[in-house]
């Protein structure tokens, strides 16, 4: 019989050859003309009189998609921006052949966002401290779950120029650490979309009501690109805060309320699994003392943040579990994560408050939480929160 040991190692590398070439490639593309990208990476970021980072505006659109690129995972991918008469084009080296596309499609949704914008200022709504901010620099192909929350604050573009820096993606992210996401794979679960682009300061939120419906088309358009990967795999998602799970049920229908699980259709066939979370700022209004009455206003802060945190874990949970397996039920997911920071784990949810929003030691945090008063607390953690019982912001 004739045999081909002689072919098959070598069929073996040529395969190895394509793959490594597929995992290599060239992808050029043409971001469009000068005046295009300066509005759709916010150009300059951070000048006054002074400029705070004195960059190009080719080097400001390579480090937001430098930051891409490094979010996917392709450590050595190398980017350059050039311009050509007044047209700037993208060469990013070290990425798959088609990594173009979903950078393509977030600048097209971006000129949507540019027309709302646009419409919001000629009607007189638009505020001389905001700024027009795309969603830039976070994973274009290998996302693992979706945030849909308010609006970004304004030093993620002014100081940070990087969109998942904000006290409140940080505090996320450590809440998905927490949930067994290694730090530096915690990027790849936090693909953002802000129903408002809109960067402004931290306590805008207010403000910012009523200008929703001049989004309307880049919502809901990045709402379909992202909720899908390029593979057609179903992304879970989770709103943030009243303002996002009221959009929700504007645009989709479903109420989603804190721990509350929802299905939406972005586009025809496709079923996303949405979770209701506290916005995750909205624990430092719950937890405040000065947010309540009486000779008890501590001991009310610390029994509603105890309550807030338990219910974040419990989301950040989810998030985590089912961003990395992608088959897995989302109701069973939520009931699992539910009993193990509300009932098994009550105390490390407790200590975890102490040690992040009080700022006690380790040791502190378990004293205080082996406490008797604390310890009457946390037998109601999975009792509702009354809203009536804390701080509007957020809720």
């Not at 079923?271 to 009486?294: E, Q």
Request: proline fraction near 6%; hydrophobic fraction near 40%; include cysteine.
């Amino acid at each position: 019989m004739f045999k081909l040991t002689g072919l098959i190692p070598a069929t073996l590398a040529l395969a190895a050859l394509t793959l490594s070439a597929a995992a290599h490639a060239d992808v050029d593309l043409k971001l469009g003309s000068t005046e295009r990208v300066t509005r759709l990476f916010a150009y300059p970021n951070n000048c006054s009189v002074i400029c705070f980072r004195n960059w190009s505006l080719e080097q400001t659109v390579a480090h937001y998609l430098s930051q891409s690129v490094q979010r996917d995972g392709y450590t050595h991918a190398k980017v350059l921006v050039k311009n050509d008469n007044g047209q700037l084009y993208a060469e990013i080296s070290g990425v798959p052949k088609g990594y173009d596309k979903p950078l393509a499609a977030l600048l097209d949704a971006g000129d949507l966002a540019y027309t709302g914008a646009s419409k919001l200022n000629a009607d007189g709504k638009w505020a001389y401290s905001w700024y027009l901010f795309l969603p830039l620099g976070m994973a274009l192909e290998n996302r693992k779950s979706i945030e849909l929350l308010h609006f970004p604050p304004d030093y993620s573009l002014t100081q940070a120029q990087d969109y998942l820096r904000s006290n409140t993606t940080d505090r996320w992210a450590t809440l998905l650490t927490v949930n067994g996401i290694p730090a530096e794979q915690t990027p790849a679960y936090q693909t953002i979309i802000d129903i408002a682009p809109i960067a402004a300061p931290a306590n805008a939120g207010s403000d910012l009501e009523g200008v929703y419906d001049y989004f309307k088309e880049y919502q809901t358009t990045l709402v379909k690109q992202f909720s899908q990967t390029a593979k057609g795999t179903t992304l879970p998602m989770v709103a943030f805060g009243a303002p996002v799970r009221n959009w929700i049920k504007q645009q989709y229908g479903p109420t989603v309320n804190v721990l509350g699980l929802a299905t939406i259709s972005p586009s025809a066939g496709v079923n996303v699994p949405v979770l209701g979370s506290n916005h995750p700022s909205y624990i430092w209004y719950a937890a405040d003392p000065k947010s309540y009455t009486g000779d008890d206003a501590q001991a009310k802060a610390d029994a509603a943040g105890l309550k807030v945190m338990g219910q974040d874990l419990s989301a950040a949970c989810w998030q985590a579990d089912m961003g990395s397996k992608l088959t897995s039920n989302a109701q069973t997911t939520l009931d699992n994560c539910t009993r193990t920071w509300q009932v098994t784990q009550k105390v490390k949810t407790c200590e975890l408050f102490y040690t992040s929003i009080r700022n006690l030691s380790e040791q502190q945090a378990v004293t205080q939480c082996a406490s008797t008063p604390i310890k009457a607390q946390l037998k109601q953690l999975q009792a509702p929160l009354p809203e009536s019982a804390v701080p509007a912001p957020y809720l």
